[in-house]
Nanobody, 124 residues
Framework: VQLQASGGGLVPAGGSLTLSCVIS????????VAWYREAPGKQRERVAR???????DYTAAVKDRFTITRDSATNMMYLHMNSLEPEDTAVYYC???????????????????WGQGTLVTVSS
């Protein structure tokens, strides 16, 4: 299973940006998709997560500013970012957890895949 992220760029503080990630390959199902970010000198942190049931989870720093969505029909996921701050500058990674094909229609073993990262730079 491969993930390809896109949409990063340079944006002024207060601006907006939408990141996209396409999930491709052979899989039985995708359970949870998430966006992580890694700022210079900091550990990678989870920014937002959405389950297959639509349950949402955001880190406090982005709540009410970022929105994660997914489109299971097209195997796409998005991160809509508003009111961007210089502290949001980071490489953003998409992540998916799901199950590979098993026997017949049953799910097989689980997998976790990462996209390659897309750089978001917010200028002050």
């Amino acid at each position: 299973v491969q993930l390809q992220a896109s949409g990063g760029g340079l944006v002024p503080a207060g601006g907006s940006l939408t990141l996209s990630c396409v999930i491709s390959g052979s899989f039985h199902s995708i359970s949870t998709v998430a966006w992580y970010r890694e700022a210079p000198g900091k550990q990678r942190e989870r920014v937002a997560r959405i389950s297959s049931k639509g349950d949402l989870d955001y880190t406090a720093a982005v709540k009410d500013r970022f929105t994660i969505t997914r489109d299971s029909a097209t195997n796409m996921m998005y991160l809509h970012m508003n009111s961007l701050e210089p502290e949001d500058t980071a490489v953003y990674y998409c992540n998916a957890y799901g199950f590979l094909p098993g026997k017949g229609w049953s799910p097989g073993r689980s997998f976790t895949s990462w996209g390659q990262g897309t750089l978001v730079t917010v200028s002050s």
